[in-house]
C-alpha cells in the first residue's frame, strides 16, 4: 500500500515538473521577447529594454524558470505583466466561480450516470435499456456549447425561467449563485454522463457475469441486494478511471461553456489574457488547470487501492 | 399426507428446460424425474453439455429469465418450479445450497472470506454481526481452514484454490441446508487437492444428515461418493439407479462408453484410450429418437423414430435403451457380480 | 425451427444476394454500421459537393438580403451578413473533414508508433513513454489551443495540432495494450524462437493484429476531433473567417439569439450528426471486425 503510494507520488510530482518545463518553454521562451509583444512592433529599443528589466525578462531562462516554480510553491504568481497586479489574486477571484461549476457538473454528471448506468444494466435488453441507451448515443454526439445554446434557447429565451448569462456571485447567498450556474453547469454535465453511463452499463453487465453475483445469488440475496452490495463495487474500478479522465475534459469544457454564458471565470481570464499579451497570466492558469487533472487522477488511483483490497499485491 | 421420514426431501417429476441459446431456442433438459430422501445422495454424470449443470441451476432457481420451466420440483412437497424470485431467496443458501467448480471466481473479490461466510446467517438466521462472525470463524475452523480466527478477516486473493473451495463449502452450509447441490466441486482443483475436498464433503453430509446432489463429469468420483446415480446425454436421463448396481451392470451404450474411455492406472504404454466417437449433439438441433443414436455402436433405425422409455432392468435400475439384451450381454462394468 | 432452417427469404430485399459470411454480407445486416455510415457518407458528400457547387459562394456578404428567413433561394435563410446558410454549412463540413482528418493522422502516426515501440521494447522505454503519455493527458485540446495561440495566434494549424496531439496519448496507451495482449501470445512465441527481431515482429504480426482495433478507434477519435475543431472555431481559436467552419457559425449565431434563434440549430446539428455518424460507424466496425470486443450488444 505505501510502496503503491509512494510509486504514485512519485509519477506525480514527475508529471507536474515535466508539465510546468513544457508549459515555461511555450509560453516563456518559445514566443521571444514578451516586452516586446506587449509593447508592439513599433516602439523604441529603449522603452522595450526598459520594460524587458522591469518585468525580469532580462534573467536567463533556467533562473526565471526557477523563480517562477519558487513562486508556484509559496504561492507568488508574479505580477500581470498589463495591470500590474498579482496573478495569484487574479486567478482567486475566477477560481470563486470555476471550481464551483466544475465541482456541479461533476456532480450532476456522476448522478445522472450511476442511474442511467444501473438502471439500463439492471433491465439489459429490456426497452428501458435500449431507450436509455440511445438518448446517451445522442447525448454523446451534442457539443457541448451547443447543447448549452439550446438550454439558452429553452429556458432564457423562450421560458424565461432563468437568465441567459452572467454570475450573480456569492455575496448575496448561495442560491443565486447556484442558480447562475444552473444551465452552465447541466449544459457541462449531460454530455459527459452520456459517456459515463454507458461505461457504468458495460462495467455492471461485466461484473453481472461474474461467477461470484451466481455465488451470492445462490445463498439467497435477491437482484437487487447483488447488485448493491456485490456488483457496484466491483464495477467502480472502471468507473472512476472514466471519472478521473473526464474531470480534464470538464475543467476544459468549462473554459468553453464559461464563454457561452459570458461568466467571469478562469477560462475568461484566459480569453482575456491572449487578448492582452498577458503571458504571465496564462502560463499561470493553463499550469493550474494542468495540476488539477493531474492530480485529481492521482486522487482516483490512490482511491483504487482503498476500494480494491488486490491492489496492495498487485502493485501497480 | 405420508410419513415425513420416508417422505421424500426433494421430488423432480418429468422436469424439462428450454433455454434461447445463440443458436435459438433449445431442449436442454426433458423428461428428468428422481427423487431424494433426506440423507440420501445422488450423482449427476455426463459430458460437459449434457444437462447436468442446468437440472443443478433449475433446482436452485437460477436459470436465466428467458427459460422455460415445465415440470415439478417439489421440496418437501411445496412446489419450486416457477416459483417467484422473491420467495426463492428465502430457500438459497439456507434450505438448498450449492458449490461451484470454479473456486477463484465464485467469491467476490472485494470483500472479506468472513463476510461472504457470514452472509447467508445474517440474511436468512437474522444473526447479529458479532454472532455471525463467530459463526463463520467456527465454520471455517471445521471446513479445515488454518488459523481461522486470524484469516476471517483476509480476502480471497490471499488463499489458494483448495482453501478457497474450502471456503465455499463453509458458505454453503452456513445454514445447515437440507440439500446440497455440488456442481464439479474439485474439477478446477489439484489432483492432490480433489481427495481432500471430497472427503470433507462426504464427512458433512454425513455429520449433517444433508443430503446431497453430487455433479460429475468423472465416473471414479461418482462411484465412491454416493449411493445412486444418474447419468445424463443430450438433456435427459439414459441411466438411473444404485451406484453399485449400476457399475456391476452397465445397461446403455453411452454409460459403458464413458466407462471404457475413462483412463486407467497401470495401463499397458502404448495402449490407445478408447473414446465414444462423434459428438455431443447440440441442443438446439436434437435428433427425434434417442439423442445417442448418432454415436451409439448399437443403433437400429426404430433408435431414430422415438425416444426410447426408461426400461427396468434391476432393482431401480432403470435404462433408456430399447437394445438393453445386446448392450447388458457384453456385461461391462467394474464390479464383476 | 432451428437457426440453420431460417431461409434467404427472412432477409431484407437489399441483402438477400449478399451471403452473411462475407463482411459486407454481415454489414449491411448491422443497424449501426448501416445508420453510422449513412450519416458520415452524408457528410462526405456534403463536403465534396461544395468543393464543385453551392446553392451561392458560402463567403459572399450581401447585407441587404441579411437575416431572411427560408425561402425559395435561401433554403435554411440568411445569417446577419446575408451569406447563404446551406452553402455555409455544406462548406462547413470541408474544414471539419480536413481538420478531423489531418489531426488524426498526426494522433495515428505519433500515437501507434509510441504505442508498439513501448510494446516491443518494454522496461524503461515503455515507462518513458507511457509517463509522457500520461502527462499529455493533463492537455486537453482547449489548453493546447490556447497555449498555441497565445504564442503564434490562432487558426487551423493551430486547431490543427493542438488536436493532434490531444489524440496521442489515447491512441499510444490503446495500441501498447493491445499489443502487449498479442504479445504474450504463442505465436509471437513461435515467431521469436525462429529468430525473428523485434522489429519483424511488430510489423509481421502484432499490427496486423491489432489493425482492427485501430480502425475502431480511429473513427471514434475522429468524432472527437470534431467536436473539439468545433469548439475550437467557436472559441475563436481554430478556423479563421472567411473560412467557412460550423463552430464559427455558432459563435456568430449566439449574439443573435434573441433576433433568429434557429441560425443556431443548424450548425450545431451538422455537428451532432458527424459526430453521431462517426460513432455509430465505430460502433458497427467493432462489432463486425472483432466480435470479441462487441459482447455487450
Known sequence: MSVFVLRRVLTLLATLVGASVIIFLVLDALPGNAAQMLMGADASADAVRALTVKLGLDQPLAVRYLQWIKGLLVGDLGNSYVYGTPVASLIAERLVLTIPLAIMSMLITVVLALSAGIYTAANHNKLGDVGVMSLTQIGIALPNFWFAILLVLLFAVRLQWLSAGGFAGWDDGIWPGIKSLLLPSISLAVVQAAILARVTRSAVLEVLREDFVRTARAKGLGRREVLWSHVLRNAMIPVMTVMGLQFANLLAGTIVIENVFYLPGLGRLIFQSIANRDLIVVRNCVMLLAAMVVIVNFVVDVLYAFIDPRIKVHDL | MADPATMPLIEVDNLGVRLNTSRGPAQAVRDVSFALKRGETLGLVGESGCGKSVTALSLMGLLPDSAIVTGSVRLDGRQLARLPDADYCKLRGNRISMIFQEPMTALNPMHTIGHQVAEPLRRHKKYSAAQARREAIALLDRVGLPDPARRVDAYPHQFSGGQRQRVTIAMALACEPDLLIADEPTTALDVTIQGQILDLIADLVEERGMSMILISHDLGVIAENVQRMMVMYGGTVVESGPTDEVFRRMGHPYTQGLFRARPKLGARKGTRLKTISGTVPELADLPMGCTFADRCPLVIDECRTALPPMVDVGPGHVVRCIRTDVSMAANVGALPA | ?297
Not at chain 3, 454481415?26 to 450519416?39: D, P, T, W
Not at chain 3, 433561394?73 to 455544406?90: C, E, K, M, N, P
Not at chain 3, 487558426?155 to 495540432?161: A, E, K, L, P, R
Open chain 3, 1 to 297: 425451427m432451428s437457426a440453420q432452417l431460417s431461409t434467404p427469404d427472412d432477409a431484407p430485399v437489399a441483402t438477400r444476394f449478399l451471403p452473411a459470411r462475407t463482411f459486407w454480407g454481415r454489414a449491411l445486416r448491422h443497424r449501426s454500421f448501416v445508420l453510422g455510415g449513412a450519416l458520415s457518407l452524408l457528410v462526405v458528400a456534403s463536403a465534396l459537393l461544395s468543393l464543385v457547387w453551392t446553392p451561392w459562394p458560402p463567403a459572399e456578404i450581401d447585407i441587404a438580403s441579411k437575416l431572411q428567413p427560408p425561402s425559395a433561394a435561401h433554403w435554411l435563410g440568411t445569417d446577419s451578413f446575408g451569406r447563404d446558410i446551406v452553402s455555409l454549412l455544406l462548406a462547413g463540413a470541408r474544414s471539419t473533414i480536413l481538420v478531423g482528418i489531418i489531426a488524426v493522422s498526426i494522433g495515428l502516426s505519433f500515437g501507434v508508433c509510441l504505442g508498439l515501440i513501448a510494446s516491443a521494447k518494454r522496461g524503461w522505454t515503455e515507462e518513458i513513454i507511457m509517463r509522457f503519455s500520461d502527462f499529455t493527458f493533463a492537455f486537453p485540446a482547449v489548453l493546447s489551443a490556447i497555449m498555441l495561440a497565445a504564442v503564434a495566434g490562432p487558426g487551423m494549424v493551430t486547431s490543427i495540432i493542438a488536436i493532434g496531439i490531444f489524440q496521442i496519448p489515447t491512441l499510444t496507451r490503446l495500441t501498447r495494450g493491445s499489443a502487449n495482449a498479442i504479445w504474450a501470445r504463442e505465436f509471437v512465441l513461435a515467431a521469436r524462437a525462429s529468430g525473428k527481431g523485434a522489429f519483424r515482429i511488430t510489423v509481421e504480426h502484432v499490427l496486423p493484429n491489432i489493425l482492427s482495433i485501430l480502425i475502431v478507434q480511429a473513427t471514434i477519435q475522429f468524432a472527437l476531433a470534431i467536436l473539439a475543431e468545433a469548439a475550437l472555431s467557436y472559441l475563436g481559436l481554430g478556423t479563421q473567417p472567411p473560412q467557412p467552419s460550423w463552430g464559427r457559425m455558432l459563435n456568430d449565431a449566439q449574439t443573435l439569439l434573441f433576433q433568429s434563434p434557429t441560425l443556431a440549430v443548424y450548425p450545431g446539428a451538422a455537428i451532432a450528426i458527424a459526430v453521431l455518424g462517426l460513432n455509430l460507424l465505430g460502433d458497427g466496425l467493432r462489432d463486425l471486425l472483432d466480435p470479441r470486443l462487441a459482447r455487450e450488444r
